[in-house]
């Protein structure tokens, strides 16, 4: 269980990027946050792993303040929170298999790390991540070789190093097109309903938010504007949509799941 | 299109009109350039008009006393220089023309106000342009007549191989004794035997030397037996005090050279010598004698070749150690020099723009400066190039470095942050990765243009082939010169070669 209350963030050029923000994230839950560029919701997902330092604020998980942790413990739990960006943050001049394995560090000493070495057992848990995600035979190859689909997946393998029991994942899709976006959605879906994470994704599109949250919140100019069960999403129009996101808002295109089932884990 | 012209008319049509009626303006610029283009109300124009009028004039009368330096006089100098070199007569005749042109250009400009005229400006560019042709001494007809000149020492460069190679020399010297003058209470020298070996024989083996008045002196019929065919030979004397000389005959040197059997035959006219008052002995020997020089043995590599391969090594591992030091060097200042670190606080911004500005002061000097400056305190030789290289390296290198530095993507670093990875992990995954090929990269740049330059620097006494090339080329040795261009060449061009192959598999 993830409980956020009254959070809030300025930056130091004044920037109030959130606030007063509360909400709770029942475990197992997809939780998508939706709301225009700059709403506020990278600096959300930012001070849920401390990436960023909430000005004020707490972050409950399972208990535990996030926003107080330093050092070590925070080092700790950030191993359990794996994140997905929206320009998938690969290394890409190392090889596809290093960047899955950097998704170890956590769990490797300095010692270790310094020299490259990480152990038979991490190796061995990369392959199965890549063999998951469908891009196993292309390990090897350097990561900018590889098309954006495929650099998201390894951004998801990388996150699933983690074995994280929270997914933080920021616009993964905002880069790819429609019949991308729909299959790394079903990865996370997957890794939602088959290995119980807790996603929190935030989307831009309303079809995808329909098909894949459980759950949504909007915001706007750093506020929560909308709160919404699955059902509430299914029923919203797109003029309910639009009213809450802002004129910017527009379908993926429905019709393309059906074409992505066969499709899955394919080629990207 | 048509609305942006429209409203360039329209900004003409409310251009103010002249303060001085035209004429007048015409006349102002007749005796001052410029003035009537100020009268007429086109300030900077006028200004700049004078400016370039005023250049030109300058310029102008410092080419005629250049040309005309022991004239005095306007009159005697403008005809001297006429005189002395003709194209200034065409330069002077577009001078008039330029100060016609203003004058027109201010009548111009004073009775149209909507229109701009550019001709003078074209005047001025071609005014400018026969200056610039006079004060480089271009001289075309030169260059296309003479050129057949370079080329005995163009085709040596061009193909300088037969000084790679040289023979081991032997020489092959034959004596014949001859007494000055006759004795005559003994006999004179006996003539040598014709054996096997290369051996000259004279019909005579006494007489008398040319004397000062022009008496001749004794004819001696010279024979040469078992030289090396074909190659040849000098004919020298050995005076008692033995002093060597070439005998000379009609105004040449005399060098004979033997048929298929290695024999040779010549008169000789005995020379012309001024005894010392010293000399009192009654007679003297003096020494004919043949010089062959001959080539024996294989052909092997020359002096001059062997050197050059040296010194080629030398300037590659000048580059080589110029590189290392630099790399030493500009990695940590690099660091300094990069913003994205640098803009945390104040303190180190200062630090920042200190480090950019030294490196960009250490770069803008001239590594053959540095050379200069190096040789001075540590004397010829490599080392020299090698402090002069570091320098400049370490500038150009201290900046590409921080540059690439700029460049990292945050992306990356966030999301090995975002695994829970410390600071150290987080550099070795993120930073490093990111870095490394441009750094690669840059280093190895660096060392092709080392190696490129440090021959440069070799010309002001920074070792290497440079210092080589500059030496051949003051002894007018072009075929030893020749080969220093050749191996520069050569190994620029396979560093090159290799230095893109690398790049190219690391970026």
Not at chain 1, 5 to 21: E, F, P, Q
Request: proline fraction near 5%; aromatic fraction near 10%; glycine fraction near 8%.
């Amino acid at each position: 269980m993830l409980e956020i209350r009254n959070l809030t963030k300025v930056y130091d050029d004044g920037t109030v990027a959130l606030k007063n923000v509360s909400f709770g994230v029942p475990d197992g839950e997809f939780l998508v946050v939706i709301g225009l560029s700059g709403s506020g919701k990278s600096t959300l997902l930012r001070c849920i792993n401390r990436l960023i330092d909430p000005t004020e604020g707490e972050i409950l998980w399972d208990g535990v303040d996030l926003a107080q942790l330093k050092g070590e413990e925070l080092r700790m739990t950030r191993r359990k929170i794996g994140m997905i960006f929206q320009h998938f943050n690969l290394v890409k001049r190392s090889q596809v298999l290093t960047n899955v394995l950097s998704g170890r560090l956590g769990y490797t000493s300095t010692r270790r790390s310094l020299v490259g070495r990480f152990s038979k057992e991490d190796i061995d848990k990369a392959w199965v991540a890549l063999k998951r995600l469908g891009i196993e035979d292309q390990a090897l190859k350097r990561a900018d070789e590889l098309s954006g689909g495929q650099q998201q997946r390894v951004g998801v393998a990388r996150a699933l190093m983690q074995e994280p029991s929270m997914i933080l994942a920021d616009e993964p899709v905002a880069s790819l097109d429609p019949v991308l976006a729909h299959s790394i959605l079903q990865y996370l879906e997957m890794l939602n309903q088959e290995d119980k994470m807790t996603i929190i994704c935030s989307l831009h599109y309303l079809d995808l938010v329909q098909r894949y949250s459980t759950r949504v919140i909007g915001l706007r100019d750093g506020e929560i504007v909308y709160e919404g069960s699955r059902a509430d999403i299914q029923a919203m129009s797109d003029e309910e949509f639009k009213d809450i996101y802002g004129e910017e808002a527009e379908r993926v295109g429905s019709g393309l799941e059906g074409a992505l089932k066969v499709d899955e884990g394919g080629a990207a | 299109m048509n609305d942006k012209m429209n409203l360039n008319h329209k900004a003409e049509n409310i251009r103010k009109p002249s303060w001085v009626p035209v004429p007048l303006a015409a006349l102002f610029s007749l005796i001052i350039p410029g003035l009537g283009q100020i009268f007429a109300r086109s300030i900077r124009r006028g200004i700049l008009l004078f400016f370039s009028y005023a250049t030109i004039l300058g310029l102008l009368v410092w080419r005629f006393i250049l040309a005309a330096p022991r004239d005095e006089g306007f009159a005697d100098i403008v005809k001297k220089g006429w005189h002395l070199d003709p194209f200034l007569i065409i330069i002077t005749i577009l001078f008039i023309l330029l100060h016609l042109w203003i004058v027109y250009d201010a009548y111009l400009l004073a009775k149209h106000r909507d229109r701009t005229p550019l001709s003078v400006f074209f005047v001025i560019l071609v005014v400018f342009f026969a200056l610039g042709w006079q004060i480089g001494q271009i001289d075309l007809v030169n260059m296309v007549t003479q050129a057949d000149e370079a080329l005995p020492a163009l085709s040596r460069i061009a193909w300088p191989w037969i000084k790679a190679i040289e023979y081991d020399e032997d020489e092959i010297r034959a004596v014949a004794n001859i007494e000055v003058p006759c004795p005559e209470d003994h006999d004179p020298p006996a003539a040598n035997e014709v054996g096997n070996d290369p051996v000259i024989v004279t019909d005579l083996t006494c007489g008398i030397l040319k004397e000062q008045d022009g008496t001749l002196g004794t004819i001696l019929r010279l024979e040469g037996h078992n030289f090396i065919p074909g190659v040849d030979v000098n004919i020298m004397w050995a005076d008692p005090i033995n002093n060597e000389f070439r005998q000379r005959q009609g105004g040449e040197y005399v060098i004979l050279i033997p048929d298929e059997n290695g024999y040779f035959e010549f008169d000789i006219e005995m020379p012309y010598r001024l005894l010392p008052p010293s000399a009192n002995e009654p007679t003297y020997i003096w020494e004919l004698f043949a010089l062959q020089i001959a080539a024996v043995g294989d052909a092997h590599l020359s002096q001059d070749f062997i050197l050059v391969v040296e010194k080629m090594i030398e300037t590659i591992f000048i580059g080589m150690m110029a590189t290392f030091f630099g790399v030493i060097f500009a990695l940590p200042v690099s660091f300094f020099a990069a913003r994205n670190l640098m803009s945390a606080s104040p303190v180190t911004l200062v630090i920042y723009y200190l480090v950019r500005g030294v490196l960009n002061i250490i770069r803008s000097i001239e590594p053959i400066i540095w050379a200069i400056s190096a040789v001075i305190v540590v004397g010829l030789g490599p080392f020299a190039g090698i402090l002069a290289l570091v320098f400049h390296s370490i500038a150009a290198l201290g900046k590409l470095y921080s540059e690439a530095i700029e460049s990292i993507d945050p992306g990356p670093i966030e999301a090995i942050h975002a695994t829970g990875a410390n600071w150290v992990q987080t550099v070795i995954y993120a930073v490093i990765p990111q870095i490394i090929p441009p750094f690669v990269s840059f280093t190895i740049y660096r060392w092709d243009i080392n190696v490129r330059m440090s021959t440069i620097i070799g010309l002001v006494g920074g070792g290497g082939i440079g210092f080589l090339l500059v030496q051949f080329i003051r002894i007018l040795d072009y075929r030893s010169a020749g080969m220093c261009v050749w191996f520069i060449a050569i190994t620029v061009a396979i560093l090159d070669y290799v230095s893109a192959e690398i790049r190219a598999r690391f970026v």
